[in-house]
Nanobody, 125 residues
Framework: QLQVVESGGGLVQAGNSLRVSCALS????????VAWFRQAPGREREFVTA????????YYIDSVKGRFTIARDNAENTVTLQMNNLKPEDTAVYYC??????????????????WGRGTQVTVSS
């Protein structure tokens, strides 16, 4: 099994920055990709960004490109999401998810088997 635990999050004003982190433990050798999803009240869970564990290729949705940066540390088995110039529409619970499926990095929750419990990010206007 692979365990996923998020940390960070909190309340910030629009235009400010926040960092959330994800720690992997257990059978980390099976990790192929790690993604961040977010879910706002009344909305479906949304893919935000992902990184291939080997190689480090990154993927972002258009609305966060240039503002968010995902980074992995294979030695420490951690993934960080640096969020700059935050907007109120970024408010959501942010979930870290890991996939053991090789190939194209997926952008749908169903392709990720291992999930953290989520961390709240609130951006005030």
């Amino acid at each position: 099994q692979l365990q996923v635990v998020e940390s960070g999050g909190g309340l910030v004003q629009a235009g400010n920055s926040l960092r959330v982190s994800c720690a992997l433990s257990g059978r980390t050798m099976i990790t192929e990709a790690v993604a961040w999803f977010r879910q706002a009240p009344g909305r479906e869970r949304e893919f935000v960004t992902a990184v291939k564990w080997r190689g480090g290729t990154t993927y972002y949705i258009d609305s966060v490109k240039g503002r968010f940066t995902i980074a992995r540390d294979n030695a420490e088995n951690t993934v960080t999401l640096q969020m700059n110039n935050l907007k109120p529409e970024d408010t959501a619970v942010y979930y870290c998810a890991a996939s053991s499926l090789a190939g194209v990095v997926a952008r749908v929750p169903e392709r990720y088997r291992y999930w953290g419990r989520g961390t709240q990010v609130t951006v005030s206007s």
